[in-house]
Each structure stands twice: as C-alpha cells, then as structure tokens.
C-alpha cells in the first residue's frame, strides 16, 4: 500500500454506510456488494477502512479506459505503474520510451497528453494533482469527464462523472426520448440531482459499475437491477430500446501504400511519425500519404517491390485501406534519412500502432 492511499485526503470524509436514501441509497448498497475488482480502485470496504484512490493511479486508468475496455487495459496499465509508479517518474520519462510502452492500445494523443500533463503536474503543482473538476479540466489531456471522474473518486467531490455507461443507464432509467447526443445535458442534471453527499466517489462508481455489468449495451438483467422499482425503461418494457441515438454520418474511405523493406537478416526499416497529428510520434514503415483516391506513387527508393497484400483498418473519423508492398534488402543496407533497422528480436518491442502491426503481419515479418 503507498503511502498516499494509507492517508487520509483532507478533503475526503470517510465513506462509512450510504446516507443517501431512495436511487442513490440502493445504488451504493447494490455497490457495496458487487463493486468490481480493478487493479486502480480502492474498493468500498476499503475505502471504509481509511485507504483513499490514489489520484494519479485514477488518472491513468480513466485516460487509458476512453474508447478501450477494461480487459484491454490491464496489462497496459500494470506496465506503466511499473515502469513509472508515480507523476513525477512520467514527468521525467523520454517520450519515445512512453509511445512504445502505448503501442496498440490506439488513440495515440491520448499518450501523448499523458506527458504534457504529467510535466504540467509537476513544473506548475508542485506535483501534485489539483483537487477540483474545475481545476482539473484545465490541464492538457482531461476533459470534462475525466476531470469530474479524478475529482469524485479521489476527493469525493460531489461532481456528475458521465461516461457511456452512465448515459445508458440514466436514458433508460428515464426512458428518455431525447436521442444521444443532444440527452447529454439531461443527463448530466438528472445524476447530479442524484448525488449523495457523503459518498459521491463511490456513487459515481457504482453507477459505471452498474451499466458495465446490470445494464449492459445488448443485455439487461433487470431482476438483478437495484433500480428496476424505479425505471422507466422497464415499466415501459423495452428498456433496450434505450438510449435514442442520432444516426452517424458514413466515414470516408483513404487509401495508400505501406512499403516493408526487409534485409537479409531481417531487420525491417522504420521510421517515425511527425510528433503531431494521427498516430505522431508513433514508429511506422516508410509509406504514401494517406487520400481519398486510390494512387501509385513513387516508392521511398527503388528495391524489386512486389504486393504483399491488403490491411483494412478504422480511426475515429475515417477507414484505411493499405496496399501492403514488401522489398528483400541486402544485409548492409543504409537506412533512409530518419529512418533505422529494427532488427527481428526488437520489432515487437518497436512503438507501433495497431495498423502498422497489421502491415508487417501482411508482409509476413510479424
């Protein structure tokens, strides 16, 4: 146990029985009993206890959880806490050693943000994390969710932590007519009418907990449900109806050509990313720009380049397909300017995002 978590936050209050009656009151005893077990919560018998969330441990965890799953993270998370167990180790971390520590977990800004804000922690707070959502959503890399998400469960601030479970949850609670996006403010005011003064960390908790395993995407289990008496979804009888949503515009499609040089004792040639934009900084092999119409550029430098085949691969905003060329290189071969050989031992460890991963296996050095 660190030290932070054996003492007592100052602005915490200890998180003894709920006080809260009807929603929130069933809520954090449905909590109390069937809280998940994550490797960054302090569970509710603990917090009873005395031990309080460790706000970088919360940080971490809820940055590296936007858009992945909790299974995708654990590994990732465990690394990191090794490799820089505290703000200011990831304050001091070089950022390639960062990226490649990152690598396939997608949303590469994410990783990115995740040093502007440590070195911010540190050179601006004494490192040490603000204790409001307000203050908290001015750093770099924190919205509004994570900053309220930070502020609830590491100092109890009674603040409405919104992510998608939750807006599941609260728009079949409610059978709410108004579709996602534009529910997002009611929401947001019906779960802070909710909020208990006491113990606002483990209420904000108990209702993830509550969408990610009650009130699931495709499933509900209303008879397990410690708001089934009062959900509107369920009185209606079709609470999977729930949310409405807006229906998405279609994403564009870009093509280019991904180019594999291998030499002889199989080292293959990379090169970095800008450090801004998609995927900056992360490593990749040398290929074309990435349009809206099919192309044949030149190659990087001429080799004998014969098709390897095709990757498909989706971002946030748009579709990727991947001509996949491989060259065979002499042993000696010069790297291009900017770019090294990856030898076969280091490649795995190399910071590439998942679709350069998909190339490499393409092109059969993988």
Same mark, same amino acid.
């Given at each position: ?31 109390? +009993?069937?809280?998940?077990? &994550? ?18 441990? =919360?940080?971490?965890?809820?940055? /590296? ?16 806490? +090794?490799?820089? *167990? ?8 070089? #950022? ?37 959502? @307000? ?16 502020? @609830? ?5 009674? %603040?409405? =932590?919104? #992510?998608?479970?939750?807006?599941? =949850? ?7 007519? !108004?579709?996602? *996006? ?5 929401? +947001? ?18 209702? /993830?907990? &509550? ?48 180019? %594999? ?6 080292? !293959?040639? &990379? ?13 990749? =092999?040398?290929?074309? #720009? ?38 065979? /290189?002499?042993?000696?071969?010069? @790297? ?7 030898? *076969? ?13 998909? !190339?490499?296996? @393409?092109?059969?050095?993988?």
């Amino acid at each position: 146990m660190s030290e932070f978590e054996k003492t007592k936050s100052a602005h915490s209050r200890p998180a003894g029985p709920a006080k809260a009656g009807g929603d929130a009151g069933r809520l954090l005893a449905w909590y109390d +009993r069937h809280a998940r077990d &994550l490797p960054w919560r302090v569970g509710p018998a603990d917090r009873r206890a005395g031990r309080r969330a460790d706000p970088y441990r =919360v940080w971490l965890s809820e940055i /590296m959880l936007q858009q992945t799953t909790v299974a995708a993270v654990r590994d990732y998370y465990a690394n990191f806490l +090794r490799l820089w *167990p505290d703000v200011a180790a990831l304050a001091a971390a070089d #950022d390639h050693a960062v990226m490649k520590a990152w690598a396939g977990l997608g949303y590469y800004a994410r990783a990115r943000n995740l040093l502007k804000c440590a070195r911010t922690i540190v050179a601006d707070h004494g490192g040490r994390f603000p204790q409001s959502a @307000a203050a908290l959503e001015r750093l770099p890399g924190i919205g509004l969710y994570t900053a309220a998400a930070i502020a @609830a469960i590491a100092y109890d601030e009674p %603040v409405a =932590v919104i #992510d998608g479970n939750v807006e599941r =949850v609260m728009a079949r609670h409610g059978a709410l007519e !108004v579709p996602l *996006p534009a529910a997002k403010l009611l929401i +947001r005011e019906r779960v802070a009418a909710l909020i208990p003064a006491d113990r606002p960390g483990d209420f904000a908790q108990g209702l /993830m907990d &509550l969408g990610a395993t009650i009130c699931a995407p495709k499933r509900t289990l209303c008879n397990a449900c410690p708001w089934a008496v009062s959900c509107a979804g369920r009185r209606a009888g079709d609470p999977l109806r729930f949310p409405l949503k807006a229906p998405k515009p279609q994403k564009p499609t870009r093509f280019g050509i991904a180019y %594999v040089a291998v030499r002889a004792d199989g080292a !293959v040639l &990379l090169r970095r990313r800008p450090p801004r934009g998609l995927l900056g900084g992360m490593s990749e =092999v040398p290929g074309s #720009d990435w349009g809206p119409d099919r192309a044949a550029p030149a190659p990087p430098f001429a080799a004998d380049w014969r098709p390897a085949g095709e990757v498909t691969h989706t971002f946030s905003h748009f579709h990727l397909l991947l001509e996949v060329h491989r060259a065979e /290189m002499a042993t000696k071969t010069r @790297a291009i300017a900017g770019g090294w050989w990856s030898r *076969p031992e280091a490649l795995a460890g190399e910071a590439l995002p998942s679709v350069m991963r998909k !190339v490499l296996r @393409a092109a059969k050095v993988m």
